[in-house]
């Protein structure tokens, strides 16, 4: 089998790390999303019931799903839930992406770099699982006006982006255009693959 070569995209919230991963996937990398991984994580029976059974029926919709807005207050505003949240989550995120890289290594003919976002990578110690990690970066004022979370309350327990850039094999400073980005994806992939 011919693993992949496995690239993990990390940075803040608003930052990019989304459209890094699309232009990755329009230029034939294999992609996937932690947080799309964590959607269907919150949907399996045994951990729907793990979060409930903490949590309480608050956090759960009128169609019997949980309600991750509900579920993001309660973690958000208490350390000790989100703590809690992340140990149960992060070892099954990480347990589902390396099944993906092997069934993608399974294949015929696999993907010749496969690429995960994972806005949490270091501060999950999850680098080891990945060959190479991509970190965007982007101003505070501009990462707020791209997102509606709190940027800064959830924020304030991640590594600094100096510490992350300092760590990672490739940094994109993303304030330009998404021709830009696009460029400086198509520059890692030929690295990667030359």
Partial sequence: MT???AVAITGGIGA???EALAAFARRGAATVSSDAIVH???R?????GAVVERFGNGVVGPDGELD?????TVVFNDEGSLAWLETLLHPLVSAEYLVWREQLAALPEPPRVCV?????????GS???FDKVVVVTAPEELRRSRSDAAVEERERRLLPDEEKVGRADYAYTNTG??????LFVASVLADLTP
């Fill in 177 to 182: 255009s998404l021709a830009e980005l696009e």
């Fill in 40 to 42: 269907e994580l919150l």
């Fill in 127 to 129: 680098q080891p699982y």
């Fill in 68 to 72: 991750r807005g509900a579920v993001a």
């Fill in 3 to 5: 693993r992949p070569i």
């Fill in 44 to 48: 399996r029976e045994e951990v729907r």
């Fill in 16 to 18: 990019g790390k989304s």
């Fill in 116 to 124: 995960t976002e994972v806005p949490l990578l270091y501060e999950a």
